[in-house]
């Protein structure tokens, strides 16, 4: 809102004396002003980054042994990988599996030694908008799911990509359902859901935890997911900047 703020108004004694020229003058410039015609600027769109889409032998290509090697784990087998298409063959995903295991007794629990498991889905769209759509809505269909389920937690996250969310799941082990009587653990599981340009992608990696190492365990899938994610990532084409 503009105005004038301790403005005082004075009593004229006598009328300006009113020039015709400067009226004139002043009438021109208003003309002038208001049929200046000269088009207004467009704005440049920003740059977005723009992924191919993936290929069958990506999973092969994947570095995945020496992304295991450098959390101290190794690969115990590698998944054939999945190539779809929807119906109307716009869009394609991909998803590769990973099963590593670690030979020391970290993490170790009454199941035996830490195998985390897990699988990165990557999924191009023609559009920015369909990734940004579709990626809204599985977040929402997760958070819906997760209602009710005080074992699963959520929360947005920031990183390299655009939008991305974060879901991690506790759920202790009932005893009386294995053969373990003094079973202590919990079935653990992280989940990525990011969007970058038109890219989706989801990693979820698992495995077993005894309970004091829960959030040691957590922690260490993070690392190990987003280090998953990042290596079958770095095997798409993309235009943009970086």
Known sequence: MNGVVGMQVHRRDRYPIVRPWTVLAAVAVLVIGGCDSSPE?????????????????????????????????????????????????????????????????????????????????????????????????????????????????????????DEGHYFQTVAPLDPKDYRFENLDAAGVEVLYELRHGNLRVTTRIDTDASTPEIDQVLAFLRDFAEAFTKEAVSHLSRTGPD
Request: aromatic share 10%; proline share 7%; glycine share 6%.
């Open 41 to 161: 600027p467009t704005e440049t769109p920003e740059p977005r980054v723009t992924y191919g889409q993936a290929t069958p032998n990506m999973c092969e290509r994947m570095k995945m042994a020496e992304v295991a090697t450098r959390f101290g784990l190794k690969l115990r087998s590698s998944y054939d990988p999945t190539v779809q298409f929807d119906t109307r063959g716009s869009d394609v995903y991909l998803s590769c599996a990973i099963r590593a295991y670690d030979e020391s007794k970290r993490f170790r629990t009454e199941f035996g030694e830490f195998d985390p498991a897990g699988t990165v889905r990557l999924r191009t769209y023609p559009k920015h908008e369909d990734a940004e759509d579709a990626h809204k809505a599985e977040v929402t269909s997760l958070q819906r799911l997760m209602q009710g389920k005080p074992e699963i937690s959520t929360q947005a996250v920031s990183g390299w990509w």
